[in-house]
């Protein structure tokens, strides 16, 4: 049986007098890769942020039942230090969590990426796609079992696209659980085997792609 990474349970949130969502329950299981979706304000990176433990929810339950240093999440921000190269970007991380690696493994990372040629050049220099790239490396680096991504493909090209999906393909396989947010759920279903739609301010769907699709769920 797989194990359960985290657990959500009657979840609900308010943004002072304004309700954002309730009713939001799911397990997140090793190896499970979710799509979250639903309109612009559904409260997509609300709940991401509230299973990454970010933000406090007004109510309900989420067990994380890994490490603090076993979650990563991506947001919007991509947390790239400007000043620094980009393997001194990630040697930061390195350090900050006291993970022992050498410039060579970093290096490696910053291949899987595309972005070894880049290695010694400060991210201020960076496009939106290689920064995003750079944060893409940054969690790679970690390892975690949770991998909590907002919009990873913002900025990213066709090619990076599908280094993205690779490296959720191979962290899944490897047995991670992986909650994405996208709007391009025609492109990232195929990546995913759950869905977790919000809509009219509750979870409205939650379940296999499969049944997502059969549903006949609008998938435009
Ligand atoms: N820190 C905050 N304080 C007050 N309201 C907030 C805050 N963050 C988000 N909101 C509001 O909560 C609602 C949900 O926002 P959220 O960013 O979670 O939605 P989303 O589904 O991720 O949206 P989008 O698809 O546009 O990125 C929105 O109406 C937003 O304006």
Redesign the pocket.
């Known amino acids: 049986m797989s194990r359960v990474l985290v657990t959500v349970q009657d979840l609900y949130h308010f943004?002072?007098s304004?309700l954002?969502f309730k009713h939001v329950a799911f397990s997140l299981e090793q190896g499970m890769a979710v799509l979250v979706t639903?309109?612009?304000?559904?409260?997509?990176?609300?709940?991401?942020?509230c299973v990454a433990g970010l933000?406090r929810p007004s109510g309900g339950q989420v067990a994380r039942h890994v490490g603090d240093h076993e979650i990563a999440y991506m947001g919007?921000a991509t947390f790239v230090y400007p000043s620094m190269t980009a393997v001194q970007n990630l040697d930061f991380w390195n350090r900050m969590y006291g993970l022992g690696r050498c410039e060579k493994d970093l290096l490696a990372l910053l291949e899987r990426v595309s972005l070894k040629v880049h290695a010694f050049e400060r991210a201020r220099g960076f496009s939106r796609g290689m920064a995003q790239r750079l944060a893409l490396a940054r969690i790679l680096l970690l390892a975690p079992r949770v991998i909590l991504l907002?919009?990873p493909s913002t900025g990213l090209d066709t090619g990076s696209c599908e280094l993205l999906f690779h490296e959720i393909e191979t962290a899944r396989h490897n047995g991670a659980g992986i909650m994405w947010?996208s709007?391009d759920i025609s492109r990232d279903l195929a990546q995913t085997d759950h869905v977790l739609r919000?809509a009219g301010r509750a979870m409205d769907f939650w379940g296999t792609t499969r049944a997502f699709t059969e549903g006949g769920h609008d998938v435009h």
């Open positions: 943004y002072g304004r954002v639903g309109e612009n304000g559904a409260g997509k990176s609300t709940l991401l942020k933000v919007h907002d919009e947010v709007h919000l």
